[in-house]
Structures are given as C-alpha cells and as structure tokens.
T-cell receptor, first 112, second 111 residues
Framework: KAGVTQTPRYLIKTRGQQVTLSCSPISGHRSVSWYQQTPGQGLQFLFEYFSETQRNKGNFPGRFSGRQFSNSRSEMNVSTLELGDSALYLC???????????FGSGTRLTVV | GQNIDQPTEMTATEGAIVQINCTYQTSGFNGLFWYQQHAGEAPTFLSYNVLDGLEEKGRFSSFLSRSKGYSYLLLKELQMKDSASYLCAALPYNQGGKLIFGQGTELSVKP
C-alpha cells in the first residue's frame, strides 16, 4: 500500500514569505502529526490532527498553523518565514491512539 | 516534564553487537518507540515497547524498564547499512500523536 506522501520534497523561500506543505497519509489513517527536524533541536512536535480536529499542539509560534481535510490529507502553513525556519518538516500518520506512526520522506525547507 | 537522553554518537565494527541506550524522565507514557533514520530519509519504525522486557525482531531487539526509566536498542550482526541515526521516542499519556524524541544516536559501522 502507498506510504505517507509529502510534497514538495524541496523548497527554497525568502524571509518574510509564507509556505504551505502537504501531507497525504496512508489510506485509512486518520491521525496526522507534523514535526520539525533540525540538527540542533532534533525532532520537535508541531501539531497533530485527527478527523479534521487539532488534538495537540507543540511549543511553536502562531506563525505555524495547520489543517486537515475530510480525506485526512493535511497541510501546514508557515507565515512570515524566518531563517531559523529552515528545517526538514516531517509528517507521520497513524490509525490513532497508540498505533505505530509512519513517517513521510519530508519537505526540506530552506529560507534565504 | 519530559526529557529523553541518548548518546550522540557511537561507532561499532561490522559483525559486532551494539547497544544504544535511552534514558527518560516523563510523567507517564503509553510506550517507547525506536526509529531508524538514514541521512536525508524518513524515520522508519523499528520497535514499540509497552510492557517491561525484551522484544526481539530479527537482528534488532528493544528493551524497556519503566521502573528504571531506561530503554535500549540492541543490534546484532552489524552490517554497513546499519549506519544511521537511531531515535528513541516516548508517547505520553493522553497526547495522541505527540511523540517526544531524543536527539538521536548517530551510529557508524566500520569494516
């Protein structure tokens, strides 16, 4: 079966711009989580959506937002980009609860 | 609070056994995950421990002791392709989807 698909794979943006990243979960998975991965901080939780509702949010500024659609696909948006937002953004999908989490290959965002 | 600690780097020899430790301080969690991540790729699931004890899966085994706040990943018969980052992650109670990750252990397997 198809895995978790993230688009685009690579993105270069300028400071002050905004960006939207997309994540299509494994078919049947209703939970989508987003993480930011940087060499200094490791994997940091951004937020999680389940059945179109945000269930959990990490300690990131309000510039980071997300949503989930009725088909479970999710998007995250970062507004007013800063250089420090350069990172690998990963999403993970699961059935929910304590089931395993399958990660996508990520979107590498570079802010210049 | 929640904190997960792992060694930053480890080196081992092809064919050998290596143990990657993970210690944690969390107020309560459902279980502990181990993921493998090759450079530039997605983390891939290795194991999930809920109960104390050893879970064996081929060349990889994972151990959990809740009373000691301790887990380890054991890799046997190391192969060059095992060179990767190994991530320990806890799933806190009532925090669906919110995995708390350690910084990861970069394992280098030498011939």
């Amino acid at each position: 079966k198809a895995g978790v698909t993230q688009t685009p794979r690579y993105l270069i943006k300028t400071r002050g711009q905004q960006v939207t990243l997309s994540c299509s979960p494994i078919s049947g998975h209703r939970s989508v989580s987003w993480y930011q991965q940087t060499p200094g901080q490791g994997l940091q939780f951004l937020f999680e959506y389940f059945s179109e509702t945000q269930r959990n949010k990490g300690n990131f500024p309000g510039r980071f937002s997300g949503r989930q659609f009725s088909n479970s696909r999710s998007e995250m948006n970062v507004s007013t980009l800063e250089l420090g937002d350069s990172a690998l953004y990963l999403c993970a999908s699961s059935l929910g609860g304590t089931d395993g989490y399958t990660f996508g290959s990520g979107t590498r965002l570079t802010v210049v | 609070g929640q904190n997960i600690d792992q060694p930053t780097e480890m080196t081992a020899t092809e064919g050998a056994i290596v143990q990657i430790n993970c210690t944690y301080q969390t107020s309560g969690f459902n279980g502990l995950f181990w993921y493998q991540q090759h450079a530039g790729e997605a983390p891939t699931f290795l194991s999930y421990n809920v109960l104390d004890g050893l879970e064996e899966k081929g060349r990889f085994s994972s151990f959990l002791s809740r009373s000691k706040g301790y887990s380890y990943l054991l890799l046997k018969e190391l192969q060059m392709k095992d060179s990767a980052s190994y991530l320990c992650a806890a799933l806190p109670y009532n925090q669906g989807g919110k995995l708390i990750f350690g910084q990861g252990t970069e394992l280098s397997v030498k011939p």
